[in-house]
Every structure is written in structure tokens, then in C-alpha cells.
């Protein structure tokens, strides 16, 4: 199994080629750092593996600053795997390990368990209790071992160093042209399809209806956005209301998908919704014909957006 839980006992992965970080959103400072990974392990002959956490740290230490996250720990598993990388371990990240001092991390985590041979990290980064372990220290732990570490530089995309914080904010504003460059990829949401009021239906436009209520995910803010939505019949355009559907007097928040030429059920399905563009602010209007008509020029935009 490629996926491994630290707390489940010895990976049995034996001397390896090692990346730590967070890795929220997996955006393209995070797939540099992972190909030089590969690539230092492929050249000696060794596993390459990353160390993470199920939740993000920040979650658990600073949870009235916490926002949500770029990707799920199940999406962000699924896009670590996905790089090539021979293993993903990673430790829930509790009150247990928050204590961990920078030292212990190394000795009894990097070395003793996971065999690290060559460890890297990010520009950014920070180890052990109350952020204390910085990347020289890592180095100076690492040498005195016999083992090394090494530093990537800041990606940088239109000047700008790409970093889950900046994507976050990207998203939270809709401005999905910028979250999309930084990530190397279309934001998205996932969910099961659920029923809904029908109101889409008697207008003409069926919907996938997905609830947000509990996302722990960074949502965008209420709107319609033109985006595409994999279903497992295949990949459809199509136009997202993201909101509470105030012409109808509704107050729960809930992510409306019409996917054009299709016709199957999606009820208790999954699907994810990938963000393009952000066509609209979500608005209340004066009666349904209103909005029937405000939702062909939606669709005549999404055409436009994606052909």
C-alpha cells in the first residue's frame, strides 16, 4: 500500500529519499519540490516518499484563523500518489505531535523511522513544537547523522511566489484565473449529488445539487461560475450557482450545477465541479421568468467561456 499512517507503525520503507510539508492545494511550488524528490531518488536507486498530515497543523493550532483548505486530506493523498511518488506517509496531526521538539522530529521521526537519506523542504519552512526547528537546523541535525537536506527556491508565476496562502486567497475571492496558474490546475469541489427542491427541473435547467453546509473546503463567494463537472459518464461544461437562491426565499448554502447535453441521473453520485471563471454575483430577482431569461445569458456566457 502507497499510502501509510505513521501511527500504524514501521512504514517498512527502509532508506528513502524524503519531502516534508503540508502540501495544501499541491500547487506547483509543491510538484518543483516533489520532482526533485524523484529525481534525487531515482538517481540513487531509492524510494521517493513524502511526509505529511491528515489535517492542516494550522487547523489545530490556530483554529479562529483556519479557513479551509485548497484540498481535502483524501484529495490531497490522491494528488501526492498521483505525481509519481513511491509512498505518502503521513501523521494526524494532535496535540501529541504539536509537542514534538525539533530535535525529536528529526531523530526519532526523520532518521529513526522513515530512514530519511536526503530530506527536502521549502523555502518557508518551519519543524517541531511552537515552530521552533528552522531549515539550517534541520541541515546542521541532518549532517551530524550522516544525512542531508536541501532547500527549494520559491516558484514564482508572474513575479509572484506561489504559495497555498495566495491561492486561498485567490479562491475566496473568485479569481479563479489566478488560483487556476498557481495551482497548475482548475480549483474544484467534490461531493454525492443530492436532491434538491426541483425548481431547476420546472424552469428547464436540472441541476446537481451538492451541500456545502460542511464543506471544510475554501469556497468561493456566492455567484455563478462557469466550470466543467466530471461525472462518471464523462466531463460536461457547465454553469455553477454557488449560494442561497434568493429569489426563492432559501437560506441553506448549496453549490447548483447544470451540465450542458446532459441527461442521465446523478442522484448519490460523486462529482467534481472544476472552477474556470466567475461569470456573475448570485442576485434575487423580481419573479422566475426573470431568472429563466438571466440564465440563458449565463449559458450564452459559459459558451463563450468554454467553447
Known sequence: MKLKNLLQGDPG????ILGIGTFDGVHLGHRKLI???IGCARERGLPAVIFTFDHSPRKFLSPEIFKGYLTTPEEKFSLLLATGVDYVVFRPFDET????GHEEFVKDILINRLQAEVTFVGFNFCFGARRAGTADMLASLLTASGRASQVIDPVRVDDEVVSSSIIREAVAAGDFARANRFLGREASFSG???HGDHRGRVMGFPTANLQLEASQKILPPNGVYACHADTPEGSYPAIVNIGVRPTFD???????AHLLNFTGD?????IRIRFVQRIRAEKRFPDMQALVDQIHRDLAALQN???
Do not use: K, Q
Not at 13 to 16: A, L, S
Not at 97 to 100: S, W, Y
Open 13 to 16: 520503507i527502509g532508506p528513502c
Open 35 to 37: 520532482a526533485d524528490i
Open 97 to 100: 505531535f504539536a509537542a514534538v
Open 192 to 194: 454525492e449529488v443530492v
Open 250 to 256: 432559501r437560506s441553506n448554502h448549496l453549490l447548483e
Open 266 to 270: 446523478l442522484y448519490h453520485r460523486t
Open 305 to 307: 467561456i468554454i467553447p
